[in-house]
């Protein structure tokens, strides 16, 4: 089983999710209304399947914070999450980093 990191984070009053994976040029994601609360873990769970991802069994979401600006106490606060995460189903393909088109299972593996 290939699992990758899937992330939220808040930035600019919007809520995103994204997979990172390795040589795409850009990462399956969802975003939710600017403005909104931190999306719960059953949203999660619902915006990773609409992007062909699941959270590996007994995975949890582990937070950390971040700033724009380091060690200034009074920059804004980053919010950033990760989970383990695995393909289940279909995943649309995903840009590559030379222009290609990659499938997801093969930039997973």
Request: glycine fraction near 8%; include cysteine.
């Amino acid at each position: 089983m290939t699992t990758v990191q899937a992330q939220i984070s808040n930035s600019r009053g919007h809520w995103r999710l994204y997979v990172a994976l390795l040589n795409a040029s850009e990462w399956p994601e969802r975003r939710w209304t600017p403005g909104g609360p931190v999306p719960t873990p059953t949203e999660r769970d619902e915006a990773l399947a609409t992007l062909g991802y699941e959270p590996v069994p007994g995975t949890r979401w582990r937070w950390c914070e971040d700033s724009a600006i380091p060690d200034d106490p009074t920059s804004p606060v980053w919010l950033i999450a990760s989970a383990t995460v695995r393909l289940c189903g279909y995943a649309p393909p995903v840009a590559g980093t030379d222009g290609s088109e990659l499938d997801p299972w093969e930039v997973a593996a």
